[in-house]
């Protein structure tokens, strides 16, 4: 009888001992299972990201190359007819290549140094008047906690007062500056009237769309980070208009018109976290040739 029972439990002892050992074991292959799981959502998650990744950067290629494109696009459009394919006449149907046009005449000449030193004189004044507006629009944002928007204005009247020094203390060699005595070869229209200009006026006119660009696109992240309505005209950089103008070569009210074209497209764009106008590259930001080009509008004097 003793016999018996021992050998029953010893048959129970074995039992529960198997049913342990079997347990361990699938609990064990579950939490294998489950780690394995988990290295494989890992390695998953890695490869998303760097297909993404892979993504962007071709992305960026096919922006670079396509910004490329419209360059060299934009240089043919300014060269006159044949000029690639080996024929070099200059524009007007004249024997002289872009960029070694005749001088003009010295009268000529002479009015448009007197002009351009009227032009400095009413700039100047234009300076001395902006800085306590300036002064009052930073106190302006600071009350309405617009600090995004605050630090960006600063850096903008930080670059007009670098500009103001460099007028005063400027001396300005005219009878050495190629603008004054070549000819014009483009024609342009603002709000319905025609003007000329030559290549050195074109480059300025360029570079007031691709400025106005860059400072929209600053100014529309700036209301975007501060929660504020989307607003271009009501930036102070667009009512200015004046960043990165010289004094030189254009009028003030040319560079500040192309100014706000490039501002209002690169505003948008940086509202809404875009590049539908532009492209950014190592932290600058630049409008698409084509779209430069559209804006300019420029026409060969022929």
């Known amino acids: 009888m003793r016999v018996t029972i021992l050998n029953r439990i010893v048959l129970v002892a074995a039992i529960v001992t198997v049913s342990l050992v079997g347990m ?12 394995d799981q988990k290295q494989q959502d ?5 490869d998303q990201k760097q297909g993404q990744q892979q993504d962007k950067n071709k992305q960026k290629q096919q922006d670079q190359i396509k910004l490329q ?4 696009l934009q240089q043919k459009q300014d060269q006159p007819p044949g000029w690639d394919q080996g024929k070099k006449v200059g524009w007007g149907n004249g024997n002289v290549p872009p960029g070694q ?3 003009l005449p010295q009268q000529r000449q002479q009015q448009l140094i007197v002009q351009q030193q009227q032009q400095l004189a009413q700039y100047r004044q234009y300076l001395d008047q902006q800085q306590h507006l300036a002064e009052q629009r930073a106190v302006q ?5 617009r600090m995004a928007q605050y630090r960006y ?3 903008y009247f930080e670059r007009m007062r670098q500009q103001q020094t460099r007028l005063q203390t400027a001396q300005h060699d005219y009878s050495n500056d190629p603008y004054y005595y070549t000819a014009p070869i483009y024609r342009y229209n603002r709000s319905g009237s025609y003007y000329e200009t030559n290549q050195y006026g074109a480059d300025q006119l360029r570079q007031a769309v691709n400025n106005g660009y860059e400072q929209g696109f600053r100014s529309g992240q700036a209301d975007l980070q501060d929660r504020w309505d989307a607003n271009y005209q009501g930036s102070y950089a667009y009512q200015d208009a004046n960043y990165g103008y010289g004094g030189y070569y254009v009028s003030q009210a040319d560079y500040n018109y192309y100014f706000r074209e490039g501002f209002r497209r690169g505003y948008e764009d940086g509202y809404n976290s875009r590049t539908q106008y532009g492209s950014q ?3 600058s930001y630049s409008i ?3 779209i430069l080009s559209q804006i300019v509008n420029l026409q060969s004097l022929r």
Request: aromatic share 0%.
């Open 153 to 155: 204005q600063q850096q």
């Open 42 to 46: 890992k390695n998953k998650q890695k």
């Open 101 to 103: 046009q005749g001088r």
């Open 288 to 290: 698409l040739a084509a």
């Open 69 to 72: 494109q419209q360059q060299a």
């Open 281 to 283: 590259s190592n932290g």
């Open 141 to 145: 944002l600071q009350q309405q906690k």
């Open 24 to 35: 361990s074991i699938l609990t064990n292959a579950q939490e294998q299972q489950q780690q």
